[in-house]
């Protein structure tokens, strides 16, 4: 299929800069963006890409009961 797309200028720029920064030419680059935004993963490919993008995040505790109930939240509303 063939898809014809107007872009502004400055986009057309932008676009060109990074499939030369990666040694494509610039329909195939598009062609890889497209096709790595459109892939539809399942719940369970979903959720093994979250967490490899989450690996190497500094772990924090949750927060206590305390910290998030509703007294604490609206302390300051009487």
Do not use: F
């Amino acid at each position: 299929m063939t898809v014809t797309i107007e872009l502004p200028p400055e986009i057309e720029a932008s676009l060109m800069a990074k499939a030369e920064a990666q040694g494509l030419p610039l329909p195939e680059y598009v062609k890889n963006l497209l096709r790595k935004h459109s892939v539809v993963l399942s719940p369970e490919e979903r959720a093994a890409a979250w967490v490899e993008s989450v690996k190497g995040l500094p772990h924090t505790p949750p927060l206590s009961d305390e910290a998030i109930s509703r007294e604490t939240l609206y302390s300051d509303r009487d």
